[in-house]
């Protein structure tokens, strides 16, 4: 899944990981420490894709990956909206209410 950049207007990179709390970037270079970033993407659902999610998030850490130039990237969401926590509650936790 394609993470772009709304405030850069740029794709950020790609989605590794995502929860309600936050997600794994997977991008192509490191980003500043302790920056924040405003972040749009959609998940699959069988064959469908969900409602566009629009997410603040705040860099906790980042760390070289194993392939050449590219970096994972831990943050965490600020001021997510109930609804959207909800609906990545569902999609990243089946069964979950």
């Known amino acids: 899944v394609e993470v772009y950049d709304t405030i850069a207007e740029r794709s ?5 990981d995502v929860s ?8 192509s270079g490191p980003v500043p420490e302790d920056a924040l970033f405003q972040f749009r993407f959609s998940l699959p659902d069988g064959g469908r894709m969900l409602p566009t999610v629009e997410v603040g998030a705040h860099v906790l850490w980042q760390d070289p ?8 990237i831990g943050m965490r969401f600020i001021g997510l909206e109930p609804s959207v926590a909800r609906m990545l509650r569902q999609w990243s ?3 979950s209410a």
């Open 65 to 72: 990956a194993s392939a050449p130039g590219q970096y994972y």
């Open 20 to 27: 309600s709390g936050g997600m794994l970037l997977i991008a």
């Open 93 to 95: 936790e089946p069964g």
């Open 12 to 16: 950020a990179g790609i989605l590794g």
